[in-house]
Nanobody, 124 residues
Framework: QVQLVESGGGLVQAGGSLRLSCTAS????????MGWFRQAPGKERESVAA????????FYADAVKGRFTISRDNAKNTYYLQMNSLKPEDTAVYYC?????????????????WGKGTLVTVSS
């Protein structure tokens, strides 16, 4: 059974940083596309960042370009979302996602597995 466990969420002041982690069990991630989504209150879930299974291509939503960085550590079966210069509008539940189709323009689609989410709150 595949499980994704996120960690690293919390409360941070605007301008601060957080690093989210997602550790997978039940499968090896080295040949799998992966990404992060978020859902703010009253809004639809949106793709934030994604990385191809080769690690050679990444996608970022316009709202986070230059501030967020996605990376992967296949040896640890873990991937990360480094979030810098956080803004109150980044407040959301962040979900890690595994599998599906990767696009450099759209991120991940047809996700196979989801984490349960971790809350990020950015205060002004």
């Amino acid at each position: 059974q595949v499980q994704l466990v996120e960690s690293g969420g919390g409360l941070v002041q605007a301008g601060g940083s957080l690093r989210l982690s997602c550790t997978a069990s039940g499968l090896t991630v080295k040949s799998v596309n992966m990404g992060w989504f978020r859902q703010a209150p009253g809004k639809e879930r949106e793709s934030v960042a994604a990385i191809s299974w080769t690690g050679g291509s990444t996608f970022y939503a316009d709202a986070v370009k230059g501030r967020f960085t996605i990376s992967r550590d296949n040896a640890k079966n873990t991937y990360y979302l480094q979030m810098n210069s956080l803004k109150p509008e980044d407040t959301a539940v962040y979900y890690c996602a595994l599998g599906g189709t990767y696009s450099g323009l759209m991120g991940l689609s047809g996700v196979d597995y989801w984490g349960k989410g971790t809350l990020v709150t950015v205060s002004s």
